[in-house]
């Protein structure tokens, strides 16, 4: 399967710091995404950067994208407690664009 | 507030059962999906339709089916379940046509095969 792989696995920082999550993927992409999970719940899309973009924001949200190096990051700033959740990337490599393939996730805990 | 609603949030289902894992969506999506979320694995693609009485096997097919007889309504079928079908289930939609396939997600169905 030509799924990403997010790095690291999980992640604790103390609240208002920021965190840092990566993503590695294998093959041509058509655009990356970022999702959030918190704790037993379905997944909450964060962002889409497309294959011609390097970088994007949204609120404390910083995703880049470096296609020659088939990886992306996702920093979140100011981290609060309520951030704590896993975080997936997400790639569209098919030309129908249909079959979007999860990472394994980061799981992320702030700490109050 | 528009939504992806799953009708079971938790099931316990013994060997051999038939389940029905019901998925409805009211954003007028195209396309449906059904994954399967394990601890290390992330979201493994099942099924999935991008228009009614229309399916594709994704990943792991295998034990699974799918029906989609109108355009709200994406149903996950485990005709005999087994124990490594044990698994949370997620559905999700997304719209045909937007560039992207940028999924909504419903609460997930955690189903426990004994």
């Known amino acids: 399967s030509q799924q990403g792989e997010e790095d690291p696995q999980a992640l604790s920082i103390q609240e208002g710091e920021n965190a840092t999550m990566n993503c590695s993927y294998k093959?041509?992409?058509?655009?990356l995404q970022w999702y959030r999970q918190n704790s037993g719940r379905g997944l909450v899309h964060l962002i889409l950067?497309?294959?011609?973009?390097r970088e994007k924001h949204s609120g404390r949200l910083r995703v880049t994208l470096d296609t020659s190096k088939k990886s992306s990051s996702l920093l979140i700033t100011a981290s609060r407690a309520a951030d704590t959740a896993s975080y997936f990337c997400?790639?569209?490599?098919?030309?129908?664009?249909?079959?979007?393939?999860f990472g394994a996730g980061t799981r992320l805990f702030v700490k109050a | 507030d528009v939504k992806v609603t799953q009708s079971s949030r938790y099931l316990v289902k013994r060997t051999g059962e038939k389940v029905f894992l019901e998925c409805v969506q009211d954003?007028?999506?195209?396309?449906m999906f059904w994954y399967r979320q394990d601890p290390g694995l992330g979201l493994r693609l099942i099924y999935f339709?991008?228009?009614?009485?229309?399916?594709e096997k994704g990943d792991i097919p295998e034990g699974y089916s799918v029906s989609r007889e109108k355009k709200e309504r994406f149903s996950l079928i485990l005709e005999s379940a087994s124990t490594n079908q044990t698994s949370m289930y997620l559905c999700?939609?997304?719209?045909?046509?937007?560039?992207?396939?940028?999924?909504?997600f419903g609460a997930g169905s955690r189903l426990t095969v004994l």
């Open positions: 999700a939609s997304s719209l045909l046509g937007s560039g992207a396939n940028v999924l909504t």
């Open positions: 093959t041509s992409i058509n655009n």
């Open positions: 950067i497309r294959s011609n973009e």
């Open positions: 997400a790639t569209d490599f098919d030309p129908g664009g249909f079959k979007t393939i």
């Open positions: 954003m007028d999506h195209e396309n």
């Open positions: 339709s991008y228009d009614v009485k229309m399916k």
